[in-house]
Structure formats: C-alpha cells, structure tokens
C-alpha cells in the first residue's frame, strides 16, 4: 500500500561534516547522495511504495540552538502537511532531541498519525554512521501502512532499533548507539529481524481534529537541590515575580534539606503564584511525598507532585502549560497525564 512520507531535516550530527571548527551541519543535498535506497527508490525497491517529500529546517543547526520558537517552527510545518501525508519523521541533533519530543507530544494534541524523531551518534559520511538504520527504521515506523505494521499515532524517537514514546525518553550515552533510554516505561515497538509493536502501550489514533498549542513560558528553572544547597537566590528571583515556575529536582522520592529556608521558599512560590514542579533526581522511580517527613515541606497549593516525569518532559510541559492555559488551570493539568507522560 502507498503512503507519504514528510521528512524535515534540522541538523544534528546526522548531517554533519567535518569543519577546522568541529563538526557542522551540511546540506540536504549532500546528504541524500548516501542514502540510496531513498535516492533510488526504484532500483533499491525497499521504499518503492513510499512517496517522500523532503523539507529542512532552515538554517539546520547543532541541537543546542533549538529553542522554543524552532519546536514552533518545526509544529507548524508538521500542521501545515499533516492532511496530505501517513507519517513524519523530524531529523533532529541527539543532544536536546528529547527535550524537543516532549515539546512536540504537548502542542500536538489528538494525534492520528506518528511523528517520529530521530538523528545518529555518527553522520551518515561516516563509515559507520548509525544514521541509515535510524532514518530506514524511522521510515518503518512513519510508512508503517506499506510495511503493514501497526501505527503508532504518538512522537516517539526511533533510535537504534528502539522505538520510545517521546516525552518519556532521555539522551543517556554521548557515545552509545542505544543513545536514547525510557527509564519509567517500557519500548513501543522495537526493530529486530520482525517488528515489533508494542500495540497495548500505544495510544489509538484520535479521531478528534488536531489542535495545535505553540506558546511556552521562558519564566521558567531548572534547580538542582545539593547537599548544603543555600535557598536564598531562588527565594529573591521568586519574591521579585520574574519567575512563574521552577523544575524542582529533589533528592529521592522528594526529599530536601530540613530547616526553615525550604518552607520560606514554598511560602514565596505560594505569595507569587509562581508553580513548582517538584521531580526526582533518580532516572527510576517517582516522587512520593509524605514517604519521608523531609519531603513535607512540598505539600503546598503551590507544588505539583511530577510522579515519575522525565526532566526533559518536565520542563516542557510546565514551560507550556503556564504558556497556554489559564493560572486557574495550571496545577490541575500539570499534575495530570495528559500524553502518557507520568503514570
Ligand atoms: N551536538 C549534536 C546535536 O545535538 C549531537 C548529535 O546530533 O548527536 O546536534
């Protein structure tokens, strides 16, 4: 069977060469000419019945440089050809491309089709890129129509022969091709010899239309609790109303330093409305507050318990939630899951 597949290219090492700076982004062009069962589509037949349509992201870019206004860009394009196409695949740097998955899972809602993402830990001019095999899976998994396999209507990230949902993956090797691990929740599909799907953990297709949310708070931080970690600056940034939230990573199940500084700050956080999201610093498991009397503290109206969210998908989901939804709304939609992301 015939499907259409859209694949944006935004840079990454997938693309890149080698500059006297380091490794920088090339062309489309360049690229394509070491792919050839997607170049000749007719001689190589393993894509035959795959019509492609080839757009980037211009200008590609290290993944470093994506921002929030590039998820917009790259949401859009993704909007824009959505009616015409079975599956999109969304070439993308390693380094923030789970930070971008999540983004993506959040301002898409009612999803059909998949949207995957994926890049390589080497560039396709290298002789040992695992660039091939991530885009050919990745084409699977987008065209799944002509290969009969199940659809998966998520953004997921199709890396070395694992297929994650998007908002549940973290980048955890700079070296390994198993770049990509999904610590709270198991694979959707995996690509060995056969193609597995996972079709119990994959959420339907909507038949709901797609709605598109682009907006995402920049008033936002990331804190990192430590031992001996001194409150005082966050307590000023919150008390001078610049900040609407912060990421709170914890020790544990949710646990901080006992004394009267962390009551302080929640107090603050409380005057000013601004939102925590209280994380675990552990890659496993998931916030349980009330265990430990040190994670008492964080039972305030202020405080959102994130479960078991990953840091990436943490970040995003509170930068967009306070970017497109009421004060009222905030906490109630933070605390639930909204796109598999939390248990
Ligand atoms: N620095 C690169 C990037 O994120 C790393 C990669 O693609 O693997 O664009």
């Given at each position: 069977m015939q499907s259409k597949v859209y694949i944006l290219y935004t840079g990454g090492t997938f693309g890149m060469k080698s500059t006297d700076a380091g490794l920088e982004p090339s062309s489309w062009d360049e690229i394509i000419s070491y792919l050839p069962a997607i170049k000749n589509q007719t001689y190589f037949h393993y894509f035959s019945e795959i019509n492609f349509t080839f757009d980037t992201l211009e200008p590609v870019v290290d993944s470093s440089d994506m921002t929030p206004e590039t998820w917009k860009r790259i949401a859009t394009r993704i909007v824009a050809n959505y009616k015409d196409h079975d599956g999109f695949i969304i070439l993308h740097g390693t380094d923030t491309l789970?930070?971008?998955?999540?983004?993506?899972?959040?301002?898409?809602?009612?999803?059909?089709?998949?949207?995957?993402?994926?890049?390589?830990?080497?560039?396709?001019?290298?002789?040992?890129?695992?660039?091939?095999?991530?885009?050919?899976?990745?084409?699977?998994i987008a065209g799944y129509k002509s290969f009969r396999i199940d659809c998966i209507p998520e953004v997921c990230i199709c890396f070395n022969d694992d297929v994650l949902r998007g908002n549940r993956a973290v980048k955890t090797s700079t070296n390994d091709f198993e770049g990509f691990s999904s610590p709270n929740f198991d694979n959707l599909a995996n690509l060995e010899q056969n193609i597995e799907v996972r079709t119990h953990l994959v959420y339907s297709p909507n038949t709901k239309a797609l709605k598109l949310y682009t907006e995402f708070s920049e008033r936002v931080v990331n804190v990192t609790v430590f031992p001996g970690y001194n409150t005082s600056v966050l307590i000023e940034l919150v008390r001078s109303g610049k900040l609407e939230g912060i990421v709170l990573k914890t020790f544990g199940a949710g646990n901080l330093p006992t004394g009267k500084q962390w009551k302080t700050l929640v107090e603050a956080c409380e005057e000013q409305e601004t939102i925590i999201l209280a994380t675990t610093q552990c890659p496993n498991g998931q916030i349980e507050l009330g265990q430990y009397a040190s994670s008492n503290v964080l039972k305030s109206k202020a405080v959102v318990d994130g479960k078991d969210i990953t840091p990436e998908a943490a970040l995003t989901k509170l930068m967009w939630v306070i970017g497109n939804f009421d004060a009222t709304k905030r906490c109630t939609m933070l605390a639930q899951n909204l796109r598999g992301e939390i248990s």
């Amino acid at each position: 069977m015939q499907s259409k597949v859209y694949i944006l290219y935004t840079g990454g090492t997938f693309g890149m060469k080698s500059t006297d700076a380091g490794l920088e982004p090339s062309s489309w062009d360049e690229i394509i000419s070491y792919l050839p069962a997607i170049k000749n589509q007719t001689y190589f037949h393993y894509f035959s019945e795959i019509n492609f349509t080839f757009d980037t992201l211009e200008p590609v870019v290290d993944s470093s440089d994506m921002t929030p206004e590039t998820w917009k860009r790259i949401a859009t394009r993704i909007v824009a050809n959505y009616k015409d196409h079975d599956g999109f695949i969304i070439l993308h740097g390693t380094d923030t491309l789970a930070y971008t998955s999540s983004a993506l899972s959040f301002m898409l809602e009612n999803l059909s089709k998949p949207v995957v993402l994926t890049g390589a830990q080497l560039p396709i001019f290298h002789p040992r890129t695992d660039g091939i095999v991530n885009l050919s899976n990745a084409i699977y998994i987008a065209g799944y129509k002509s290969f009969r396999i199940d659809c998966i209507p998520e953004v997921c990230i199709c890396f070395n022969d694992d297929v994650l949902r998007g908002n549940r993956a973290v980048k955890t090797s700079t070296n390994d091709f198993e770049g990509f691990s999904s610590p709270n929740f198991d694979n959707l599909a995996n690509l060995e010899q056969n193609i597995e799907v996972r079709t119990h953990l994959v959420y339907s297709p909507n038949t709901k239309a797609l709605k598109l949310y682009t907006e995402f708070s920049e008033r936002v931080v990331n804190v990192t609790v430590f031992p001996g970690y001194n409150t005082s600056v966050l307590i000023e940034l919150v008390r001078s109303g610049k900040l609407e939230g912060i990421v709170l990573k914890t020790f544990g199940a949710g646990n901080l330093p006992t004394g009267k500084q962390w009551k302080t700050l929640v107090e603050a956080c409380e005057e000013q409305e601004t939102i925590i999201l209280a994380t675990t610093q552990c890659p496993n498991g998931q916030i349980e507050l009330g265990q430990y009397a040190s994670s008492n503290v964080l039972k305030s109206k202020a405080v959102v318990d994130g479960k078991d969210i990953t840091p990436e998908a943490a970040l995003t989901k509170l930068m967009w939630v306070i970017g497109n939804f009421d004060a009222t709304k905030r906490c109630t939609m933070l605390a639930q899951n909204l796109r598999g992301e939390i248990s």
